[in-house]
């Protein structure tokens, strides 16, 4: 009796051990593992451009051998097993090196327009110089996506992305001292290579970081917008560049492809002590990492995306099920991964709130005031379908010149609500309260 007691667990052991990956999650690794084997051309990524962004004077004919020379030097780090690898490019040693500090229009700073306004000469100060990363930072609008030179593993380096922020409150500037085409276009590129960077690259952090920027410079263009006259012709690029955000900029799909390949190669990377490996199965553990990762490609999910509902994921398979028995390793450290996800997609879901609240008010801005017009929402009722959320309902601010929507990221509360300048011409039609209503 004691003998088959001691059995027992080596009996479910290897059962567990022996059960095959399940469905779903076997289709989701097939799947993962398919995308990573597709490549895309050199040209049209911005990788390089944006690995050298912090160095002035760097001639185009080099960037590819300096690229090079990084990417020859991590791999010898890793092979030599290197903990930190590269950090800087090479060019650091051959090339002036811009700070990129941002200090100005940073996310807690509340509206960016107002804080360069009170500091025109502290932004002048930090700008001077910057000409070339201006200009750098503008080129961007060129490139169709980015995939990082580096192979997806936990060492690997990063771009130095709060460079891709610096020329907000440049743009900011420009508006505030009187060049205020000038600054929409910087802002529309902005947008533009921002919004890039949320549909197409290959890390969950660079396509947050893109949602950030394309929101902060949503935001920046309508504080900019509510302050000249209708009659002002914007820049061709900014109907693109505020235009409705689409299910592929919001659901970080192909970003968390890439993710996937960075946690596969974390796996195959790790070291193990004697005592865990029987409870750890690599393969189990990425097919679990797959499904949990494609989960916001899902139909499912997409439907939620185009309505603009507050995206809810599926459920994470539990860590106690008869397949985490002999991977319970594994198990547990994907549980411990997969909440995070949908905070992701609920931050992203309000960048893609921000840009729609910018392409609401370049649509009202073109709406002639009649007699009879006192609330922008009347005119919002007729506001196209594309252009509509039909989760989420608009309302007024307290002193009556902006509009305003709640959040998804309820981690983001201490930043307050979504919010849009109203054009310069409706600010003063505003006789009666606006109502809460979806638009």
Request: negative net charge; glycine residues 6%.
């Amino acid at each position: 009796m004691l003998g088959a007691l001691l059995g027992l667990p080596l009996l479910v052991w290897a059962v567990s051990r022996a059960l095959p990956v399940p469905a779903a999650q076997a289709q989701a690794l097939q799947d993962m593992r398919k995308a990573s084997r597709i490549h895309l051309p050199a040209q049209g990524n911005a990788f390089t451009a944006i690995w050298l962004l912090p160095y002035d004077g760097v001639p185009v004919d080099q960037w590819e051998p300096l690229l090079a020379e990084d990417v020859a030097r991590h791999d010898e780090a890793i092979s030599r097993q290197v903990v930190d690898g590269v950090v800087d490019s090479v060019a650091a040693e051959r090339f002036p090196r811009i700070d990129g500090k941002i200090r100005w229009c940073r996310r807690d700073a509340g509206s960016c327009l107002a804080e360069v306004r009170e500091h025109q000469a502290a932004v002048a100060a930090h700008h001077a110089g910057h000409e070339g990363l201006h200009e750098r930072l503008a080129a961007l609008t060129a490139y169709t996506h980015y995939r990082s030179a580096f192979t997806l593993e936990p060492t690997m380096p990063f771009p130095q992305f709060g460079l891709l922020l610096e020329r907000t409150s440049a743009h900011a500037l420009a508006h505030v001292r009187g060049d205020s085409l000038a600054a929409l276009q910087g802002v529309c590129e902005d947008a533009t290579t921002a919004r890039m960077l949320m549909r197409n690259s290959d890390t969950l952090i660079m396509a947050a970081i893109g949602g950030a920027w394309a929101e902060r410079s949503a935001s920046l263009f309508t504080d900019i917008l509510a302050e000249l006259p209708r009659e002002t012709v914007l820049p061709a690029l900014c109907a693109t560049a505020f235009a409705p955000p689409q299910v592929a900029e919001l659901d970080m799909c192909q970003p968390l492809r890439g993710e996937f390949a960075f946690q596969a190669a974390a796996m195959t990377a790790a070291n193990l002590e004697p005592y865990q490996r029987p409870f750890y199965s690599e393969e189990k553990t990425q097919a679990r990492a797959a499904w949990l990762l494609s989960r916001s490609c899902s139909a499912s999910v997409q439907a939620q995306l185009r309505i603009d509902e507050r995206v809810q994921l599926p459920a994470p398979p539990p860590v106690w099920d008869p397949h985490c028995v002999a991977n319970l390793a594994g198990c547990i450290l994907m549980g411990i991964d997969a909440p995070d996800y949908v905070v992701y997609l609920h931050r992203m879901q309000d960048n893609g709130a921000q840009l729609r609240l910018a392409a609401n008010m370049m649509w009202l801005r073109e709406q002639a005031l009649t007699a009879g017009d006192d609330n922008a929402m009347i005119a919002l009722m007729s506001l196209p379908e594309e252009l509509r959320s039909a989760s989420r309902g608009l309302r007024d601010t307290p002193a009556g010149d902006a509009l305003e929507l709640e959040r998804y990221d309820a981690r983001d509360g201490q930043h307050g609500r979504l919010r849009a300048a109203l054009p310069l011409h409706w600010r003063a039609r505003f006789t009666r309260p606006l109502c809460a209503r979806p638009v």
